[in-house]
C-alpha cells in the first residue's frame, strides 16, 4: 500500500516537487498541500520542504510560521503524527515551537552549498528506521541560515556533522527531534541525495525510513 504523504507548499518554496518527486521513487503517493489550507488531508504523514518561503523576510520561517497550514500541522504533530522539516521546513517548525531550538546565519555568513557528511545519533525513529547508529551519510546542504542554537538533551539530537561543520552549528547538530520523536527537522536535503546520478542515495534512507513508518501506520487504520 502507498501511503500518503503531505508536502507543503508555501511562496517561495522551490524543494516542494523536489521532495514529492523523492517520496514517489520510494513509495509514497505524494500530496502537495497550498499553505493557505487550514486543514490537512487524510494523510500519514506530513513534509515541510526546503525553499525561502515568504522571501526569507525577517527570519527564515518567521512569516511561514502563521500561514494556516502550519496550525494543522501543529496540531497533527501534537497529536503524535509525523512531521518531517527539511531545511526551511525545519527553520519554519522552529519558529512555531514544534521543534527546539533557533536557526541562525552560517558562522561564514555565506550561503554553504555542497555535499556534508553526517553522522547518525539516533537510529530508533520513524525517520532514521533504515539506518544504524553511528552510520555515516553523504547529503547536501543548501542554506545560509543553518547554523542551529538552543538547549536540548542528546536523546534529541538526531545527526550531527561528521566532517566539517560547514553552519558553525552547534556542537555541530544537524537534525534535532521533537521530545515525542514524532517530528524531526534537519538542515541537508534528504530528496537530493535518491538518485545515483546525484552522487549520493544516502538521502533516501531518511526519507524511505518516513515511507515505512508512514505504511505501518496505514496498515494499522486498514
Known sequence: MA?????????????????AHALRLLGAEAVLVWHGEDELPDVQAVVLPGGFSYGDYLRC????????????VARYAGDGGLVLGICNGFQILAEAGVLPGVLRANASLEFA???????????????????????????????????????LPDEQVVLRYADGNRTGALDAIAGVCSEHGNVMGLMPHPEHAVDPLLGS?????????????????????V
Open 3 to 19: 501511503p500518503r504523504i503531505a508536502v507543503l507548499a508555501f511562496p517561495g518554496s522551490n524543494d516542494d516537487r523536489d521532495a
Open 201 to 221: 542515495t544516502d538521502g533516501s534512507l531518511i526519507l524511505g525510513s518516513l515511507v515505512d513508518a508512514a505504511r505501518a501506520r496505514l496498515s494499522v487504520l
Open 113 to 151: 552549498c555542497t555535499d556534508v557528511r553526517l553522522v547518525v545519533e539516533r537510529a530508533d525513529l520513524p525517520f532514521t528506521g533504515r539506518c544504524k547508529s553511528g552510520q555515516r551519510l553523504t547529503i547536501p546542504i543548501k542554506c545560509g541560515e543553518g547554523a542551529w542554537y538552543g538547549e
Open 61 to 72: 520561517g518567521a512569516i511561514a510560521r502563521f500561514s494556516p497550514a502550519m496550525q494543522a
